[in-house]
């Protein structure tokens, strides 16, 4: 779902109720944990975490009016999306977050190649979405962006 937002407080406003406190404490988790330098912000209808222009002049290569995406956060029809475009980037990232998935949560995990897919609002990995968001600073992920664009 994509929700009318202009800024993070308007987006979480129209989350449904049950969602709210979830995305929420999410967000906080992601705020205070995440590298200096990345800028959150509404970014694709979505809670987002970018690389701001001033740190990435040319933004994203597909939209370079676009600062650089790296996080998001999102309230889905049937999930909560935690969307980490390191995790799709990185293969030893992955590895690491596929392996440390099931010490967090006892279901399994439904991810696809950026997205972690949350529909269990009392069984969120926090400590392990704490411990993935801190683990790339804003230049790991313009290096493996540039790195990764020019192939």
Request: glycine share 4%; proline share 7%.
């Amino acid at each position: 779902m994509q929700y009318k937002a202009n800024t993070p407080e308007e987006y979480i406003a129209q989350i449904p109720e049950e969602r709210r406190e979830v995305i929420q404490k999410l967000r906080e988790i992601i705020n205070e944990n995440i590298p200096e330098g990345f800028k959150e912000t509404i970014s694709y209808g979505m809670l987002g975490w970018v690389v701001p222009h001033d740190i990435y002049p040319s933004g994203y290569h597909c939209t370079p009016e676009l600062p650089l995406p790296f996080l998001s956060l999102a309230s889905q029809k049937n999930f909560i999306g935690f969307y980490h475009m390191g995790i799709y980037a990185n293969p030893e990232l992955y590895k690491w977050f596929v392996e440390e998935y099931p010490k967090h949560s006892k279901y399994k995990l439904d991810m696809g190649k950026s997205c972690l897919r949350l529909k269990r609002m009392n069984d969120i990995p926090y400590d392990l979405i704490k411990e993935t968001v801190q683990k790339m600073t804003v230049q790991d992920w313009i290096d493996l962006y540039e790195k990764n664009l020019k192939r």
